[in-house]
């Protein structure tokens, strides 16, 4: 049987996209040019500073790592050559693929509409249950990549009607590539999205904004200590990230994947959306998915179908409007209700887009107003 | 539930490590030299009673031997003396007559030879090419040929800038980089993380000798033999948080790293001080010294003794006040890697 990573591979290897077809499969296209793998080419960085005797100091991410001379920081993509910091994966992708905008998941943003999804190697946390291990957590050497500027981004994206996204492993990681293609798609007319941790400084994070028109966060748990102990990782930055994003008016979707035992108690997710709607407002999305296992938690049972629709009816307990189940096709939660008249507005299943009754933004049914970008 | 089962796989990884240190402290011929108590260890070895002693209670040996004259113009080594600097040390520490059957308790003729050498650095402050030139020749003299010996690290282009990579050298063994060789496709799951070995560990050696350099590291405290095994793997820029502890200690407790690797030596002959690891010009002061164990934390330990004795020599802090204490030592000593007590440790000091 074919694993997700000779599969991933296969794809990479034979220089080929993989297209959306259906709620979760696709078909291979031909491809414009073969993945390899190479020396990276080295890009100026941006969002860092200089430090005595030649180091230097990260100023992209909470983790400022401080680096010296032919070191890397933590994302292991961002290198120091003699006093001057670059990174390694501008134009460089290595995973890139046609999706639905749904796997993002994205479910107020042009629904039934495409992907096409960027992904460079390297992240700036280790979360022990990643999906795209095999890529955040390998250094640009160590994947297959192929080089593909941000006008080649934005060319294919348009030849397949798609918005561009940021995603797979962590986009933070490779922000002056994001900010680059993102703006040569806003002038092109092409939409950008990011998929992302949320681990990221404000200043870096803001100059992205300007560029992007959704953006979703995973976010991962609600408790410092499942941030150290899990990922590496920092929670305060993340929720500081969530109100920058909100602030600034750009399209928020929040995910919190389900591990059983890890993340999934009821009082953690109901601290979690009371939070949401104290700091983002009842409107934000929030999709509770399932975890299935993999990386470092192959030893975990998937996320029992109850637990998903639990966290569910906490979210809509607490006041929050549009409240999702994801990783289940089929589970009850995955429909947008209308707010004011209950009744349903997006069917879906899975990845795919049944039916839409949403015009103009607002319900067809009672005319409330449903927040998204739907055109 | 899950919680649970988590903490099993911790249990059983660790009873794993206790199970295999006690099958090395018991039959392992790597350390089999320090345990025997041998009456011969060697002439050149001026030893205290106490020494002798601590050999016979099992005490894990390192053998520090300093040369005043092996630096020759202030960084390259001197050829000569590095070969009576090693000659002296493998003698010393393994009990036999000559350093041909000191390697050869080591490795067997039929073994190909990983050279982990620390070359980060560049020339300045890399794993010595006399130290790497001349090791290669004496194992090829024990049957061991250059074909069969390959000097590894992370990248070419740090075997490159430290000379191990050069060409008209006649040093007779390969130099590969992880970045050409690659690495495994299947994570070694620890503890706290997961990572891919070096195939050039995995699949074209079948033991280790480690040659690190020391030097203060600005995030684990120190580098040495421990952390050197970080070239082994695909992500150490996971594992520098919370000064790389326990990460260093997790991953020289992975089999492969942890049974492979048979002998160190460690280069001190220039160690860098502060600011490391990289070379920082003036932060790097002669030592003079090569370290020979078996027990990767007993000469770590050791090592950081050096390392603390030259800062202060220097009038800089110790690596507690700048919070950089490596605590991965005992962490490691905890994992059965190894001896972290000084007082436990048999320091055979010798000067060529």
Not at chain 1, 173 to 185: G, K, M, P, S
Not at chain 1, 337 to 352: A, D, I, L, M
Not at chain 2, 15 to 25: R, Y
Not at chain 2, 157 to 171: P, V
Request: aromatic content about 6%; hydrophobic content about 40%.
């Amino acid at each position: 049987m074919l694993s997700r990573r000779d599969f991933f591979r296969s794809c990479g290897g034979a220089g080929c996209l993989l297209a959306a077809a259906g709620a979760t499969g696709g078909v291979l296209l031909p491809a414009q040019r073969a993945f390899a793998k190479s020396t990276p080419r080295a890009h100026p960085a941006r969002f860092w500073k200089k430090l005595p005797q030649k180091a230097v100091e990260c100023e992209l991410c909470p983790k400022h790592c401080k680096v010296e001379d032919r070191e890397r920081g933590f994302c292991g993509v961002r290198e120091n050559r003699d006093g001057e910091y670059v990174t390694l994966v501008w134009g460089q992708p290595c995973a890139v693929h046609l999706d639905p905008i749904e796997k993002k998941p994205l479910f107020h943003f042009r629904p039934g509409s495409r992907a096409f999804s960027i992904a460079t190697a390297g992240c700036n946390l280790e979360c022990k249950c990643c999906q795209n291990w095999d890529i955040s957590q390998s250094k640009p050497e160590d994947v297959d990549f192929q080089f593909m500027p941000p006008d080649e981004v934005v060319r294919m994206a348009r030849e397949y009607d798609a918005c561009v996204t940021f995603t797979y492993s962590e986009p933070i990681v490779f922000l002056e590539y994001c900010i680059d293609t993102a703006t040569a798609a806003r002038k092109a007319g092409v939409r950008s999205t990011m998929v992302t941790g949320g681990s990221g400084e404000s200043a870096p994070m803001k100059e992205a904004l300007k560029v992007l028109d959704a953006v979703k966060v995973d976010l991962k748990g609600f408790t410092e200590n499942y941030y150290r102990r899990m990922c590496k990782g920092k929670l305060e930055p993340v929720l500081k990230t969530l109100e920058v994003i909100r602030g600034s008016g750009v399209w928020l979707e929040l995910v919190h994947l389900c591990i059983p035992g890890q993340n999934d108690g009821e009082g953690e997710i109901r601290d979690m959306c009371r939070w949401v709607k104290q700091h983002l407002g009842t409107d934000v999305p929030l999709h509770f998915t399932r975890f299935h296992p993999e990386f470092q938690m192959k030893n975990v049972a998937p996320t029992p179908n109850a637990t998903l629709v639990r966290c569910r009816e906490i979210g809509l307990a607490e006041g929050l409007s549009f409240v999702y189940t994801g990783n289940v096709p089929g589970l009850a939660g995955e429909d947008t209700g209308c707010p004011r008249c209950h009744k349903t507005v997006v069917f879906r299943r899975g990845f795919e887009l049944l039916e839409m009754h949403i015009k103009n933004g607002r319900c067809e049914f009672c005319g409330a107003v449903i927040p998204g970008v739907w055109s | 539930m899950a919680s649970d089962e988590q903490s099993s796989d911790r249990r059983r990884f660790l009873q794993g490590l206790v199970g295999a240190a006690l099958a090395t402290a018991g039959c392992g011929s790597s350390c089999a030299s320090e345990r025997a108590g041998r009456s011969e260890i060697s002439t050149v070895v001026t030893q205290t009673e106490a020494a002798r002693t601590a050999v016979l209670q099992g005490k894990p040996r390192v053998v520090v031997v300093r040369a005043k004259k092996v630096l020759t113009d202030g960084y390259d080594a001197d050829a000569g003396a590095v070969r009576a600097m090693l000659d002296a040390g493998l003698v010393a520490l393994s009990g036999e007559k000559n350093h041909t059957s000191a390697l050869l308790r080591y490795f067997k003729p039929t073994d190909r030879v990983g050279l982990k050498i620390n070359g980060l650095a560049g020339r300045n402050a890399a794993t010595h090419v006399e130290v790497v030139d001349a090791i290669s020749d004496m194992l090829a003299r024990a049957g061991i040929e250059g074909r069969r010996q390959i000097a590894f690290d992370r990248f070419t282009r740090d075997l490159t800038a430290s000379r191990i990579a050069d060409k008209s050298r006649s040093g007779g063994y390969r130099a590969v980089g992880n970045d050409d060789a690659g690495h495994e496709e299947e994570l070694v799951q620890m503890p706290s993380s997961a990572s891919r070995l070096s195939r050039v560990l995995t699949r074209q050696v079948d033991g280790v000798l480690n040659l690190p350099v020391l030097k203060q590291h600005m995030l684990a405290g120190m580098t040495g033999a421990l952390k050197n095994n970080f070239g082994c793997i695909h992500n150490p820029n996971k594992m520098h948080v919370d000064n790389c502890d326990p990460y260093v200690a997790e991953v020289n407790a992975v089999p492969a790293i942890r049974d492979k690797q048979r002998l160190v030596i460690m280069d001190a002959l220039r160690p860098v001080l502060d600011n490391g690891p990289s070379y920082q010009p003036g932060m790097a002061a002669p030592a003079n010294a090569l370290l020979f164990a078996t027990d990767p934390v007993a000469l770590d330990t050791v090592a950081l003794g050096i390392l603390e004795g030259l800062r202060a020599k220097r009038a800089l802090p110790t690596l507690a006040m700048l919070g950089q204490t490596p605590t991965y030592l005992a962490t490691a000593a905890r994992f059965g890697l190894g001896v972290n007590d000084r007082a436990a440790i048999d320091v055979v000091e010798i000067e060529v």
